[in-house]
Every structure is written in structure tokens, then in C-alpha cells.
């Protein structure tokens, strides 16, 4: 005060563990002690981890400690249960007291467990009258009190460590404790089902783990906070697993600096809540449905498919793969054109699915029959598994991990070469890339198990392809197979601009540019027999490297084509198997193989074996029904509109999403047409996609083909993929772009004749690689790297699912697409060992706001999810936008809580740290404030409302 000269003086104790005794006296004046506890570990001066005895105390600091809290207690004629605090340096051993609490404390229990006193029983007894030593009290004299081992205590409670151990509330959705020898509960509200409310203790149960040594305590503590699952509320228990495995606290050192000096225990690994998510998914898709699937509902539960049996044990024959390995790619193409029996690639795990359910098939669904494949049929030359729309639609609509499907397939299959389609400059995109992301992304291919890269350019322009063939060639051990696109018809004189002698040239300077098979790819199926025959012929006499033939048989004839260049000398053919072939796939593969039987060109392939795998193939085939859109059988319609199998059905979806799909024959007679418009080009993923857009384009605006040519430059806004192909974004046709068509699409636009690589500048990728782990939260992997460099809307979409609900490819096709019927139960593999068993109980009633609650056994235990019912939901219900906590104009609640206060209005200016709006959550008040100077421009929430972790609270401008 004003005018008094008095001074305080504190000694500071820099290196401080924080020492307390517990006591207990009774109303005859006994005192005694129950020895010491060390509560050092504290945040903000709050106890977080408790052990009794102290690791790491002299012993004679230990006796002097215990007898100087006897010594007060006795000076005060203290009874009942209490404990005197001191502190003690760690530098020089030095004392001192700082208080008394006269009560029993919540770290009690660990002096309950070393001394075998009931420390809450004691108290009442001698609250009752009794003294210490009588048998109803049963505490021995201070010197036979017991000091028995170690213990551990935390407190579990809910809050959030990452976000500054703001409290967090919610029902808790699963609550499974740990138990087991070493281990005491004692539990508050954590329960499954209860609320936790903002207005109360966060703490829902304190843990003690025991043992005869300290190490054994903390080894039960680790095991048993692993143990527990709380799902629906964020907890502290990532923060005390970092505690307890401190070399620091492990060495009975932690001073209460622990915290403040370790800024590593804030690294906290993401937390999976596996099963929470899959369950959330199960519930919206039960509830919502799977946009995917368009609402189509399975009338009842689909039994899962029937996997033909093997014995994964036996030892695998050796395969293509195999070979591979041993000879090099050099060697393994000399021995593909030397060996006489007709090889064959299997193209149901992509192309097949790509052409008749638009690429819809399912990783789990490939998985289930891999290592059937693998054993029963080695002889297969490969299995094209990857590439072409896979990439994409594996992200965009089943929401798997390309690189995971690679990655899972190749443990199963380690003996039968994978072939993956790959779109020169254009790798698995509809874009040209640049030189560097192309090289880099076979590159990561290959070392993810990638064997044959099968390139080829949309147009057959050479030079998109050369890039991708050096990247093989130079930087892998895989093979390069350089694929011509075959179109037109080299029997019929009046198409000569793809006659045979443009096939064979192609031929030849891809076999100068290093190829080491040669592809000739008839996406469309237009290549008939006789034709088949010429060209395979011909091009056997001309070039010195293997035949690979790629077709379709969309037309109903392909088998013959097949056999007519088998025997004119192809040496590997694309076939699908049974159930998968036919129409827009490929051809039959066990038909073609039985026709073969016994001959010179036999595959040697087990017919029971492709029986029973293409069997298995058309019970999968019911879970994709929504997506079948293919042809029935083939049609001679395919050789007018040219259109090739993989775009069939994606074509059909499209105009069918359009509300066009009445008028297909219009739209396929249109995709001719501009076609020619084109100047009959080359059409294969990403030419054709172009035409298809143009072609939709056109009978959405009542645009005739032939009156392109007539609008005005510029009048008319074409579809991008249009303009950047007629400019030369895709590489250029032989005899180059009709110049009217280019100049009504491109107006004043000129276009270039570069190769399109040339002009595109190289990605530094350790900073696209730097940026994108700053955008993901995470050090981004190759996986990533890629995934975004292809797709970069689609990569973030598929994380943020991820994020939302896990990995799901471990469901079971009709799970994922249909959701669960009521009793249905399914299993799923979330790891090695980790398998979950989910059985759909019911679903409530909605409550006004439309929310309904999912009821689950999740292995036996009930859960329970809350989904809204977007069929049934308010049109007024609030729905905030979520925020991103890293941009400086965005307001967003660090936590969930009730806004307080509106501290700043629409149209005020704010400076760095004014603050925006303040929350309340546990009586906690946070305020939050602007992270830069600008003007208000939305509030998102008014005082009173509730709002959740991550919501948008209002927008800042400039």
C-alpha cells in the first residue's frame, strides 16, 4: 500500500519439483504419515500426473519432509485426512513449504494403492470418533505403514491439448474403458450416451496404474491408455501417452517445467477414431444414400460374392512378373516374340469395368479374388489393373487411393506383370503436363509396383509420347509399350488418311524411339477381321519387337479379330474374362482361351480356373447395377460413330445426369459428325472426351455441327476443353486442325503447333510438395504429390473425405453404395488383425431439426450416430460454413461453445488483435481476434448461439 515501506521478498526456485505428504490424525491426537507423492508435472500450476513414492528423492529429504508435516499437523491438533505441500530445488535439495490443504485431494488414490489404506473409509471412521490404531480403522503404527511399489495417476478429461486444452462437450458416442491387472478406475460421467455439458468438471476418470517397479507402472499406464476408446469428445489422452513416455518424467526428474520446456509433448499422432468414421459413412449412405449410386436402393441385402477357393499357402508358380525380373525388359520382349503360345493380358480389373459400369469397380471387389488369380492362373502375360479413368474416378467416386489399390494388388499378385494405360504428355489426366511431372510420376509408378506402361498419345502424335518412353526407359526397370490408336478402316480405300501404310510408319519410329512392345489399341473395336489380318501381317514383317492388340468388342465381331491377328502374328491380345467381356469390354477371354485348346498358340490357362473367377465377376457385377449402362450386345452402330468402348458408357451417364438420355441416337449421330468436324481425328481419352463435350455442347444450345463454321469468332463460348484442343493444348492430328473450325472456336486466338510440353514450364516440386503440406496439415508424401498434381480439385475433395470418414475401401461393395438394411451385419478389415463386425440395429425417428440417430453393435458393443435426414431437414435449420484457420480474414472458433459477445459489428474497421467475438465454453471465455488489420464484412453468429470447432464466425475484407 501507498506509504508503506515494507518489501516481500520470494525465493525463486528455479528447478522445482512440487512434494506433498499425506496425513491423518484423529480427535485423540494421533498423526501419522502415508509417505509422500511427487504432483511435479502441472500445467498452469493444475496437477496433471500424480506418483507416490517420489522416483527420484533423497532419502534423507524424504524422512525430513514426512516429519515436518507430522510436525505441523501435530502443532495445529489437525484430525482426519489432510496433505502439506512443499517444494523442493532441484539444485540444491533445499525445502520449503507452501501450504496446507485440509481436505482429502483428488490424487489420493495413489497413496491408497502403496499403503493399502482406504484413505476415504478412514476419514469417515474418524470423523465418527474412532482413533487410528483401532481395528475398525486398521492403520498401522507410522513405522509398519507399508510403501508397497509404484503408482501412476492421470486425469483423463475432456479437453482438447491441441487446441490449448479448451474444454470440449457432446455426447459421448463410445465410451470402452481399460481394465486388467495394475489397473484402478475411478470413474465420473464418462459413460456411452452421456452429455457432457459446458457447465461442469471436465474430468471424466482418473486412472491409476500400479507395479512393483516405476517402469512397470507407466508400462500398464501406456497399455491402458491405449486401451481406451472415447469417441464424440475430444479428450487429453494423446497428451499424457506424450507425458508418460518423456525420458525426462520416466527418469523421476520432471521438474513443474515439464510442460512449459518440452514443446515436442504437443506432437500428437492423428488420432484415427476408425470405426467412429466408417460408422458416420454407414449412417449417411443408409440414410441419405450414395450420390454415386443416383438413389438407387437395393430391394434387399445382396449376399457377398462367392471368392473360388485356393490354398494361399502353397508356393506361388512363377509368372510374366517373374520373368520380367530375371531378363529385363530387353530380354523379357525377346522372349515374348519367341514364345509361341498366344500371351494374354486380362483387362477386367480396368479397361473391362471402365467399359461397361464406368469405372465404378471397387478395390475390395479386386482384393477378394487376388491371390486366387495369382495361384491358379501364372500364365497370364498381365493384368491391366491401373491408369486410363481409374486414377480419377477411384478419388472422385469410390474414394480409394490409386496408389493404395497399386500398392495392395502387387502383395497379392507378386508374380503376373501389372499394365497400366498411360496418356503420354497427358499421364492419367485430361491436361498436358509438364516434363518433369511426367518423368516423376512413372517414376513413383514404377517403384509402387508398376511393370508395363502402355503410352500412347490421343492423336498419335509422336512426339506427347517421347517424354513418358525416355521416363521408362531411363528411369525404371519396367517395360515401355508405345501404342498406335488405331481408327478408320485400312480396308475401305476411301478413308486413306489411316491407311495401312500410316500404321506401319507409326510402327516403325516408335520402334526408333526405344519401344520395347508395340501396341496397336483399337479403343473403339473397330478393327474387323480381315483388316486384323492385313495389319498384323504387315507389321509383323516390319518391325523386329513383340505385338500387343488392344480392342473392343463393341461391335459383336472382335473375337474374330482377335484369332485373325493371332494367327497373322500378334503376340499378346487384350481379352476380359466371361462376365466382364462382350459388348463395350473386350472380348471373352475363356472362349477365346478354349478356342485356342490344344493348339500351337494355346496360353496353357486353366478353363476351371477362368470359370470359376469369371462366375465370381458376375455375382460383383449385381452391386454395380446402377452403372451398367453398356449395350447389351455389340452393334455395327460402333462403326459410324467411332466412339470408343471406355467412353460408351461415361457418355451415357453424362446424358443421362443431363435428363438426355432419350435422346442417345441423336447424341451418338452428333458425336460422328463433329467428328468430321474435327477432321476425323483420332479419338481416344482425352481426343474423345473433347468430342463428347462438343458433342453435348451442341444439343444443349441446338448448335448443328455443320453450322459451327458459320458463328461469328467469339460469339459463342465453347467448352475449354474445346478451344485448348483446337489451339493445340492436345498436340496436332496428321494434316493438322481444319482452319474454319479453328477460327470460329478460337476467335483471335492464335494457336500454336509447339509440342505441348515445350511450352509448359517445369513444376518445382519440393515447393508444389512444401505448399501442399502446409495446405494438408501433414508432410505430403509421393502419393499426394501426385495424386494433386493430376487432379488437383479432385486430390482435395477425396482428402477431405478422408478426413470426414476414414478410409473406405474396406467396405463391402454394397455398404458402401447402399448402405446397411436393418440386422444386416458386415465385416470389415481396417488392419492387419484390426477387423470390425457392424450390424445395423434401427434408426430413430427425426427430431425437428431432421436429425436421426443410427443404432449399431460395433463387436458386440452398442453405438449409436446422429445423420440428418436431408429428405426431412428444415429449410431454415442452421448450417454454419467451416472456416480455415489459416486464413487472416476468416473468424473461426478455435473450439465449440456459445457466443458471449459480438465485439465488432459489419462495416467496422479492426486492427490486428481487436477482438471479433468472444465465446464461453466450461465458463472458459476465448476471444477471438482479428489476425490482421481490415473491415468487417459478415457477422455468422449472434450472442447465444451455439457453435462448433471450426465454424466460419465472421469475414474480414482489406
Known amino acids: 500500500a501507498f506509504g508503506n515501506p515494507a518489501v516481500f521478498l520470494e525465493r525463486f526456485v528455479g528447478q522445482a519439483k512440487h512434494i506433498e505428504v499425506q496425513i491423518m490424525g484423529d480427535h485423540q491426537g494421533n498423526i501419522v504419515h502415508l509417505h509422500e507423492r511427487d504432483c511435479s508435472v502441472q500445467r498452469r500450476h493444475q496437477k496433471v500426473i500424480e506418483i507416490a513414492p517420489s522416483v527420484d528423492l533423497d532419502e534423507t529429504v524424504r524422512r525430513d519432509l514426512c516429519a515436518a508435516a507430522v510436525q505441523v499437523a501435530r502443532e495445529v491438533k489437525y484430525n482426519n485426512a489432510g496433505t502439506v505441500e512443499f517444494l523442493l530445488d532441484g539444485d540444491t535439495n533445499e525445502w520449503f513449504f507452501i501450504e496446507m490443504n485440509p481436505r482429502i485431494q483428488v490424487e489420493h488414490t495413489v497413496t491408497e494403492i502403496i499403503t493399502g489404506v482406504d484413505l476415504v473409509r478412514s476419514q469417515i471412521l474418524v470423523a465418527q470418533g474412532h482413533n487410528l490404531f483401532?481395528?475398525?480403522?486398521?492403520?498401522?503404527?507410522?513405522?509398519?505403514?507399508?510403501?508397497?511399489?509404484?503408482?501412476?495417476?492421470?486425469?483423463?478429461?475432456?479437453?482438447d491439448p491441441s487446441n490449448n486444452f479448451s474444454p470440449d462437450y457432446g455426447r459421448i458416442l463410445n465410451y470402452r474403458s481399460a481394465a486388467g491387472f495394475g489397473i484402478r478406475l475411478d470413474a465420473g460421467t464418462g459413460d456411452a450416451g452421456s452429455v457432457i455439458t459446458p457447465f461442469y468438471d471436465s474430468m471424466l476418470v482418473k486412472l491409476t496404474a500400479f507395479g512393483p517397479r516405476f517402469e512397470i507402472a507407466l508400462q500398464r499406464m501406456d497399455r491402458a491408455l491405449r486401451e481406451f476408446r472415447i469417441r464424440g469428445v475430444k479428450t487429453n489422452i494423446p497428451f499424457i501417452e506424450n507425458v508418460i513416455l518423456n525420458e525426462t518424467f520416466r527418469s523421476g526428474k520432471a521438474t513443474t517445467r515439464l510442460i512449459d520446456t518440452n514443446p515436442n509433448l504437443f506432437n500428437f499422432r492423428?488420432?484415427?477414431?476408425?470405426?467412429?468414421?466408417?460408422?458416420?459413412?454407414?449412417?449417411?449412405v443408409t440414410v441419405n444414400g450414395n450420390d454415386t449410386a443416383k438413389g438407387y436402393k437395393l430391394s434387399a441385402a445382396l449376399p457377398g460374392p462367392r471368392i473360388p477357393a485356393c490354398d494361399v499357402r502353397a508356393q506361388m508358380q512363377p509368372g510374366s512378373r517373374n520373368k520380367l525380373l530375371e531378363l529385363g525388359p530387353e530380354g523379357f520382349a525377346n522372349w515374348i516374340r519367341n514364345s509361341k503360345p498366344l500371351l494374354i493380358t486380362d483387362t477386367t480389373m480396368r479397361d473391362a469395368h471402365q467399359s461397361l459400369i464406368a469405372t465404378?469397380?471397387?478395390?475390395?471387389?479386386?482384393?477378394?479374388?487376388?491371390?486366387?488369380?495369382?495361384?491358379?492362373?501364372?500364365?497370364?502375360?498381365?493384368?491391366?489393373?491401373?491408369?486410363?479413368?481409374?486414377?480419377?474416378?477411384?478419388?472422385?467416386?469410390?474414394?480409394?487411393?490409386?496408389?493404395?489399390?497399386?500398392r495392395e494388388l502387387r502383395e497379392r499378385i507378386p508374380n503376373i506383370c501389372f499394365q497400366m494405360l498411360f496418356r503420354g504428355s497427358n499421364a492419367v489426366g485430361y491436361s498436358n503436363y509438364p516434363d518433369n511431372v511426367v518423368e516423376g510420376f512413372i517414376k513413383h509408378s514404377a517403384e509402387a509396383g508398376m511393370d508395363i506402361f502402355r503410352i500412347f498419345d490421343s492423336l498419335n502424335y509422336l512426339p506427347n509420347m517421347q517424354v513418358a518412353m525416355e521416363a521408362v526407359r531411363e528411369h525404371t526397370d519396367s517395360v515401355c509399350e508405345a501404342a498406335v490408336c488405331y481408327t478408320g478402316d485400312i480396308d475401305d480405300p476411301k478413308r486413306d488418311k489411316y491407311s495401312l501404310k500410316y500404321y506401319i510408319n507409326k510402327a516403325k519410329e516408335l520402334e526408333k524411339m526405344g519401344a520395347h512392345i508395340l501396341a496397336i489399341k483399337d479403343m473403339a473395336g473397330l478393327c474387323r477381321p480381315s483388316a486384323a489380318t492385313k495389319l498384323f501381317s504387315a507389321l509383323r514383317e516390319e518391325i523386329g519387337m513383340p505385338i500387343h492388340f488392344h480392342t473392343h468388342d463393341s461391335s459383336g465381331?472382335?473375337?474374330?479379330?482377335?484369332l485373325a491377328a493371332s494367327e497373322a502374328g500378334a503376340d499378346i491380345v487384350d481379352l476380359a474374362l466371361a462376365s466382364m467381356s462382350g459388348s463395350t469390354s473386350q472380348p471373352n477371354l475363356n472362349s477365346v482361351a478354349a478356342a485356342l485348346?490344344?493348339?500351337?498358340?494355346?496360353?496353357?490357362?486353366?478353363?476351371n480356373a477362368l470359370n470359376a473367377m469369371s462366375d465370381y465377376w458376375e455375382e460383383v457385377l449385381e452391386f454395380y447395377v446402377p452403372f451398367n449402362t453398356a449395350p447389351r450386345a455389340g452393334s455395327a452402330e460402333v462403326y459410324i460413330h467411332e466412339m470408343p468402348g471406355g467412353q460408351f458408357t461415361n457418355l451415357k451417364e453424362q446424358a443421362n445426369a443431363m435428363g438426355l438420355g432419350h435422346r442417345w441416337p441423336e447424341i451418338a449421330r452428333t458425336y460422328a459428325e463433329v467428328n468430321q468436324l474435327f477432321g476425323d481425328i483420332i479419338k481416344v481419352t482425352p481426343s474423345s472426351k473433347v468430342v463428347g463435350d462438343m458433342c453435348?455442347?451442341?444439343?444443349?444450345?441446338?448448335?448443328?455441327?455443320?453450322?459451327?463454321?458459320?458463328?461469328?469468332?467469339?460469339?459463342?463460348?465453347?467448352?475449354?476443353?474445346?478451344?485448348?484442343?483446337?489451339?493445340?493444348?492436345?498436340?496436332?492430328?496428321?494434316?493438322?486442325?481444319?482452319?474454319?473450325?479453328?477460327?470460329?472456336?478460337?476467335?483471335?486466338?492464335?494457336?500454336?503447333?509447339?509440342?505441348?510440353?515445350?511450352?509448359?514450364?517445369?513444376?518445382?516440386l519440393e515447393t508444389t510438395r512444401s505448399e501442399l503440406s502446409t495446405t494438408l496439415g501433414r508432410t505430403a508424401s509421393d502419393d499426394d504429390l501426385y495424386s494433386h498434381l493430376m487432379y488437383p480439385a479432385v486430390f482435395a475433395e477425396f482428402d477431405e473425405f478422408v478426413r470426414t470418414y476414414g478410409k473406405v475401401q474396406g467396405l463391402p461393395t454394397t455398404a458402401f453404395f447402399y448402405g446397411l438394411s436393418i440386422s444386416e451385419e458386415i465385416s470389415v478389415e481396417?488392419?492387419?488383425?484390426?477387423?470390425?463386425?457392424?450390424?445395423?440395429?434401427?434408426i430413430g425417428e427425426p427430431n425437428a431439426e431432421g436429425q436421426r440417430n443410427v443404432f449399431y453393435e460395433l463387436n458386440g458393443m452398442p453405438r449409436e450416430c446422429a445423420v440428418i435426414d436431408q429428405a426431412l431437414a428444415p429449410k431454415n435449420a442452421i448450417t454454419r460454413l467451416k472456416g480455415?484457420?489459416?486464413?487472416p480474414l476468416q473468424a473461426v472458433a478455435p473450439m465449440p461453445g456459445m457466443v458471449s459477445e459480438v465485439n465488432a459489428e459489419v462495416g467496422s474497421k479492426v486492427e490486428e488483435g481487436d477482438p471479433i467475438i468472444t465465446l464461453e465454453a466450461m465458463k472458459m471465455l476465448t476471444t477471438i481476434s482479428a489476425s490482421t488489420s481490415g473491415t468487417v464484412t459478415e457477422i455468422l453468429a449472434q450472442k447465444g448461439d451455439a457453435v462448433e470447432t471450426d465454424d466460419l464466425l465472421a469475414r474480414l475484407q482489406k
Do not use: C, H
Open 134 to 159: 483401532e481395528d475398525v480403522v486398521d492403520i498401522p503404527a507410522q513405522e509398519d505403514i507399508p510403501r508397497n511399489g509404484y503408482a501412476v495417476q492421470a486425469r483423463i478429461t475432456t479437453e
Open 270 to 284: 492423428p488420432r484415427r477414431d476408425r470405426a467412429t468414421k466408417l460408422l458416420n459413412y454407414l449412417s449417411d
Open 360 to 406: 465404378r469397380m471397387r478395390s475390395v471387389d479386386m482384393l477378394n479374388i487376388a491371390s486366387y488369380v495369382a495361384q491358379k492362373t501364372p500364365n497370364l502375360f498381365s493384368l491391366e489393373m491401373w491408369g486410363g479413368a481409374t486414377f480419377d474416378t477411384t478419388m472422385r467416386f469410390l474414394k480409394e487411393s490409386p496408389w493404395d489399390r497399386l
Open 557 to 562: 465381331i472382335n473375337a474374330a479379330s482377335v
Open 597 to 607: 485348346s490344344g493348339l500351337e498358340r494355346d496360353p496353357g490357362l486353366d478353363p
Open 696 to 764: 453435348m455442347f451442341l444439343i444443349t444450345r441446338g448448335i448443328k455441327p455443320e453450322a459451327v463454321t458459320s458463328l461469328e469468332p467469339g460469339s459463342v463460348d465453347f467448352p475449354e476443353s474445346v478451344i485448348d484442343m483446337l489451339w493445340g493444348g492436345l498436340g496436332q492430328p496428321d494434316g493438322g486442325w481444319p482452319a474454319d473450325v479453328q477460327k470460329a472456336v478460337l476467335g483471335g486466338r492464335e494457336p500454336t503447333t509447339s509440342r505441348p510440353g515445350d511450352l509448359a514450364e517445369p513444376i518445382n
Open 830 to 842: 481396417i488392419g492387419p488383425g484390426k477387423v470390425l463386425f457392424i450390424k445395423l440395429i434401427g
Open 884 to 887: 480455415d484457420l489459416n486464413d
